[in-house]
């Protein structure tokens, strides 16, 4: 006993000290003791373990039973010493601590119920560690047992402060579901069925750094509604301990109760069948199911109720990095992701029940067969048939049009306010809860104004791409074990963006990173879009045709992709031309047609085909996702009218046929217009029609290509139809297999008309044995099938992953793009500024950047080094302008070039870019801008003798510095040698440099520009490099925003980055070509006193 | 049209070869030649729009709106280029509108 009241230094007693101590102020917190022999604070006192302070309260509670504390009831006797607390200690017994009844639930069909029958703002009076391992081994704890045929509830209470020995057994009655029901059954009889107790996500291995959660209880049937019985009302809250900043529980008693506060009920009813709560805080240890009856004055006591443990998260990190690709589309969103074996595959979370559930049910009462109102769950299959496609849709109990403020929404919980209606937002579920097509500022301005600002439009977007990452993460963490420190979200746009929906999307996409940080842990990086949809889609599907013709139609865009499959493999004749030959966007995407169906207006009863319960735009969409077919749409009884299907199935005509005269309108364009020169010649080697065939002295440019074991002549097209709105074009399939089959007809023979039509243009597209009317010569349109296990909507997710993004063809084929929409007129026009008339086949836009630095190549082959420097920087020798246009171009009789040369290895990304970035840098130069005039006039070449700065032999490689500082060594003859040519000594230095340089790059393998440019990266990111503390994804980052500054400056000049990154260093060596600092002249003979 | 078809992809100066259509003036006016033949089935263009206004006007007001193409060979302030084809301007200006009138 003495043991109980020493100290552990000395070992003196202190119960045999006679003494009244203040122990404690009222409301404050416990005095520090210290030993009066040895004054050390190891002072042990086991009866002051058993007299607490409350830590909600402030007020000091003592055990009514089994503790030592005993005395005045503000006095803690230990022997002879006491010690005093200002106020009163209360007694407190198990009984008041714990509910009076205990509820039984059937989950899975067996009997469950609560852990402890504590009421949550007691847990404190527990022994923390006890109440650690009820959530650990709630078997241990709560019980059901059986006494003389009545079931009891009983449990060990581990009261804190108590040794385990003196731990009460609790006993109470079991809360019977019925209140009318004589409380005299067993637990199977008094249990509540259909009503389940639900968490989300259901993280395989929770960890403390993941903070959201979800929490819902509720009737799952009719026989659930027995939560809501007559004479008691039912609540529910969760429990969430206080984390450090790591997310780490700061103790395992002292805990947070967040109610579920939010409503859910049936369709069409005020009486809620649930509540939703949400915790940004961390993970809840308990959800509290509680009873209460009604008393006089108001208030409630409570009846009945318990708490329902979840497993403790653990403190586990892990280094992976995710790689996700996000296709946001105006009505679905598809995500892929990238494993780390490689493969790459959309996110389906719990599809056909094969996959993990992202929900954790506490209680499970079965299905749900209440029919429900908004249902903002996130935990289920998506939609589609390979339930991979996320609405993309927010639902809010509250109206849209009230929250109409980015600060309002922002304040939202995802799941609980708001939320994706993956089960549809159905029946009585006003439009108005409902937003969709906020992708487009445009669409959000049609369908409810109020919300038509972009601040606001961008914070839906955020909060949308936050819900979809939240639950691609939740599905993907209910099956893996690491959770990733790092995620990249890779996603693009349609071109027909404009700048303002280009930058809603990118602050959109930033705020939704920076609250998935906070919300999960892991650092969400959305890369800026560097493609746009239907290039990403390219990426993902090879080719064997000369075309590949991309057509995404979406919800809200149809992009049109021409790709140069030639070009992209650099063959026949192709390489060094980029292989986006047309990239085209419009908003007309499967919403247009959708539209129609509404009419005017969701109240235009004349023009609209629909069923009067289907008349919004939000239900229609609804039951366009749940439907398997277009044509299956159009033939419900409940969707459209019966007296309107031919109107409905006339504008799906139109509507299709409108687009097939679009793509076959750019397809002519691409047959009768590439190649031309500014003087309208016909230049094959830049005609996309055209292809280098044979070998040897037999190697010709041919029209079309060679194909099949006959060496058939071919002009190939070939469509890839991508995305959800093709789905429409089945109900005008008219007996074809599919909807590709019947875009491939038909386009092809609008292009055959659109040909014909321009019979002596075709015939001037000859090789000069074949022109493009010639009957030996096929035009063929032919389509590809989505892949095995995947649809029309899924490519531009996996393209995103695709490795074509982190190799060198993402330099080669996406920096250079064109940065506008670019196709062809459609229309011939005229136009009054100078009168010109434009034929409807022209293009518009300025096109992608083909690669000079091919043509480069093969000169150097040919010619030796020594390549002509690009227009801008200074050309060693004046050359008089070949062909008409002021360019190099072939004449007849000129002596026949080599066919072109594959280059060996193409300069691919800067070598101090990461591969996998994607702002890899760009690779293709453009033109360079203007130099001075005068450089034109500079000597072609210093005799070699005399020649300032040649370049010495070594073994070495120079440094261009190293270059400057020679001619700055030289100045004097460089003065003098420019004197002579009447130039100044700085433009006489500058072709030396140049020359130079161009040797330096040679011995490099690379071109000039591409030198300088790759010199000038390396020293834009050496001071990151420097850095320290960088981690490769920062390190990664911070390259890929220098890399955005850099492209965004050179874009504002009308320079590729590369040009830009070169120019800049040439200009910063020019800035030091300046004569060599010399010793100040003094007069001769030396005076000191002169100055 | 090259009279040499051995010879190597020219791929020279940009400004060499025809690509977009020409800059169009700040003030430019826009008329609809004659109405493109479309596909049988489909109600010609100048059905959905006769005369073509509606497509005319949001056309020059499109190409009014349209910022400066970035190209170097052309003055920054006097370049502006048809970034959206008239058939692209009629899709979506005007049919899109038109087709919940179609019966």
């Known amino acids: 006993m003495a043991l109980e009241h020493h100290c552990e230094n000395c070992g003196f007693d202190l119960s045999k000290l006679e003494q009244t101590i203040l122990y404690a102020r009222k409301g404050g917190e416990a005095r520090k003791l210290h030993c009066p022999i040895c004054r050390s604070d190891r002072v042990k006192i086991a009866a002051l373990e058993r007299v607490f302070s409350r830590a909600a309260s402030g007020r000091w509670v003592r055990w009514r039973e089994g503790g030592g504390a005993g005395g005045a009831s503000n006095t803690i006797t230990l022997g002879r010493l006491k010690l005093r607390v200002e106020g009163e200690i209360e007694p407190l017994s198990k009984e008041q601590i714990c509910f009076r009844m205990v509820p039984v639930f059937v989950s899975e069909g067996r009997l469950t119920w609560p852990a402890l029958p504590v009421m949550p703002e007691y847990l404190d009076c527990l022994d923390p560690a006890q109440v650690r391992l009820a959530r650990e081994k709630p078997e241990l704890f709560g019980r059901v047992i059986q006494e003389r045929g009545k079931s009891r509830y009983q449990c060990v209470l581990p009261l804190r402060g108590l040794k385990s020995t003196e731990w009460p057994t609790y006993e109470c009655e079991i809360l019977p579901a019925n209140p009318f029901a004589v409380n005299a059954g067993d637990a199977e009889a008094m249990a509540f069925r259909g009503v389940s107790v639900k968490v989300w996500p259901n993280l395989r291995r929770p960890t403390h750094a993941w903070r959201y959660y979800l929490v819902q209880a509720g009737a799952n049937s009719e026989e659930g509604m027995n939560l809501f019985a007559q004479g008691r009302h039912f609540r529910a809250q969760m429990l969430v301990a206080p984390s450090d900043a790591d997310g780490r529980p700061a103790s395992e008693t002292l805990l947070e109760r967040i109610a579920l506060d939010q409503e859910v009920g049936r369709e069409g009813e005020s009486n809620p069948t649930g509540y939703v709560g949400a915790s940004r805080r961390g993970r809840p240890a308990w959800v509290s199911v509680e009873f209460y009856q009604p008393v006089q004055g108001g208030k409630a006591e409570a009846l009945g109720g318990g708490l329902l443990p979840l497993r403790p998260a653990i403190d586990a990190t892990s280094n992976d990095t995710w790689n996700l690709g996000i296709d946001f589309g105006t009505s679905n969103t598809v995500i892929a992701v990238k494993r780390k074996d490689g493969t790459i595959q959309c996110v389906a979370p719990e599809r056909g029940r094969e996959r993990a559930s992202t929900t954790l049910s506490l209680i499970d009462g079965g299905p749900q067969t209440l029919q429900r109102g908004l249902d903002l769950w996130p935990g289920g299959e998506w939609s589609g048939p390979f339930r991979d496609l996320l609405p993309s849709e927010l639902a809010c109990h509250k109206r849209w049009i009230d929250l109409a403020s980015d600060t309002v929404i922002g304040n939202l919980a995802f799941g609980k306010d708001f939320g994706v209606p993956l089960r549809g937002g159905v029946g009585a579920v006003g439009s108005d809860h409902v937003v969709s097509e906020f992708k487009w500022l445009r669409a959000v301005e049609k369908d409810k104004t109020a919300l038509a600002q972009r601040n606001v439009v961008q914070e839906l977007q955020a909060r949308f791409l936050e819900g979809a990452m939240l639950m691609t993460a939740a599905s993907q963490l209910a099956e893996e074990e690491a959770a990733p420190r790092s995620v990249n979200v890779s996603y693009s746009f349609p071109l027909a963006f404009d700048e303002g929906d280009l930058d809603t999307l990118k602050g959109a996409a930033q705020a939704a990173g920076e609250r998935l940080k906070a919300l999960t842990g892991a650092d969400f990086l959305f890369a800026p879009p560097l493609v746009d949809e239907a290039q990403a889609a390219a990426g993902h599907t090879p080719s064997d045709k000369m075309f590949r013709v991309y057509c995404d139609l979406g919800g809200g865009s149809l992009e049109v992709l021409v790709d140069d499959t030639l070009a992209r493999n650099s063959q026949q004749g192709h390489s060094g031309m980029h292989p986006h030959v047309f990239s085209s966007s419009i908003f007309f995407g499967g919403s247009v047609y959708l539209r129609s169906l509404l009419g005017a207006g969701e109240h235009d009863r004349k023009g609209s085909c629909l069923m009067p319960a289907m008349s919004s735009y939000t239900r229609l969409a609804s039951a366009v996702r749940q439907s398997p077919s277009g044509k299956a749409l159009l033939e419900s009884p409940h969707v459209i009218a019966e007296t309107r299907k031919a109107t409905a199935e006339r504008r799906a005509r139109v509507y299709i046929g409108y687009i097939v005269e679009w793509v076959a309108r750019m397809l002519a364009g691409v047959c009768l217009e590439h190649g031309r020169t500014v003087d309208g010649r016909l230049d094959l080697s830049r005609n996309r029609l055209f292809t280098l065939a044979g070998s040897g002295a037999a190697r010709r440019w041919i029209l079309g290509a060679n194909k099949g074991p006959g060496q058939k002549r071919v002009v190939e097209f070939s469509l890839v139809l991508l995305g959800n709105g093709w789905g429409f074009g089945d109900i005008v399939r008219d007996g074809m297999k599919n909807v590709e089959q019947m875009m491939a007809q038909r386009v092809y023979a609008r292009l055959s008309e659109l040909l014909r039509e321009n019979e002596a243009l075709c015939q001037q597209i000859s090789d000069g044995d074949m022109h493009l009317l010639d009957p030996r010569l096929t035009l063929d349109v032919s389509f590809v099938l989505p892949p095995e296990g995947t649809h029309r909507k899924a490519a531009v997710a996996l393209g995103l992953l695709g490795t074509h993004h982190a190799t060198e063809d993402a330099a080669r084929f996406f920096k250079k793009r064109s940065v506008e929409r670019h196709g062809v007129m459609g229309f011939d026009l005229w136009l009054n500024d100078g009168s010109r008339k434009i034929p409807w086949y022209r293009p518009f836009g300025p096109p992608a950047e083909d690669d000079p630095s091919q043509y480069d190549r093969i000169q150097e082959v040919q010619a030796g080094a020594g390549a002509a420097p690009p227009q801008g920087f200074p050309q060693p020798q004046p050359k008089a302008p070949q062909g008409g246009g002021g360019f190099p171009i072939a004449q007849p009789g000129s002596a026949p070039y080599a066919a072109p040369v594959q280059p060996a290895a193409m300069p691919g990304a800067m070598p101090m870019m990461p591969g996998a970035m994607p702002g890899a840098m760009p690779t293709m130069p453009g033109a360079m801008p203007m130099m001075p005039g005068a450089m034109y006039g500079a000597p072609a070449m210093m005799p070699g003798a005399m020649m300032p700065g040649a370049m010495p032999m070594m073994g070495f490689a120079m440094s261009p510095e190293m270059l400057v500082m020679q001619l700055q060594q030289q100045w004097m003859q460089l003065s003098m040698l420019a004197a002579q040519s009447g130039s100044t000594p700085l433009d006489y230095a500058k072709p030396q440099l140049w020359q130079q340089l161009s040797v330096l790059a040679q011995q490099q393998g690379l071109t000039v520009e591409r030198m300088l440019a790759q010199q000038q990266w390396q020293r834009l990111v050496q001071p990151l490099m420097m850095t320290p503390g960088l981690g490769p994804e920062q390190m990664q980052l911070a390259q890929h925003q220098q890399m955005q500054a850099v492209t965004a400056a050179a874009t504002q000049r009308g320079q590729s980055a590369e040009t830009f990154l070169a120019q800049q260093r040439w200009e910063g060596l020019l800035a030091m070509l300046q004569p060599a600092p010399m010793a100040p002249m003094m007069p001769f003979p030396f005076d000191p006193n002169a100055r | ?103």
């Open chain 2, 1 to 103: 049209m090259s009279k040499d078809p051995t010879a190597p992809p020219h791929l020279g100066p940009h400004e060499a070869y025809r690509f977009g259509e020409e800059p169009v003036a700040a003030k430019a006016q826009v008329t609809f030649l004659e109405s493109p033949k479309v596909a049988p089935e489909l109600p010609s263009p100048s059905k959905i729009d006769p005369g073509f206004e509606a497509t005319r006007i949001a056309l020059e007001n499109q190409v009014a709106r349209n910022g400066v193409a970035p190209l170097m060979y052309a003055p920054p302030d006097a370049t502006r280029w048809f970034r959206f084809s008239p058939f692209e301007v009629f899709l979506e200006q005007v049919l899109a509108k038109k087709l919940s009138t179609l019966e």
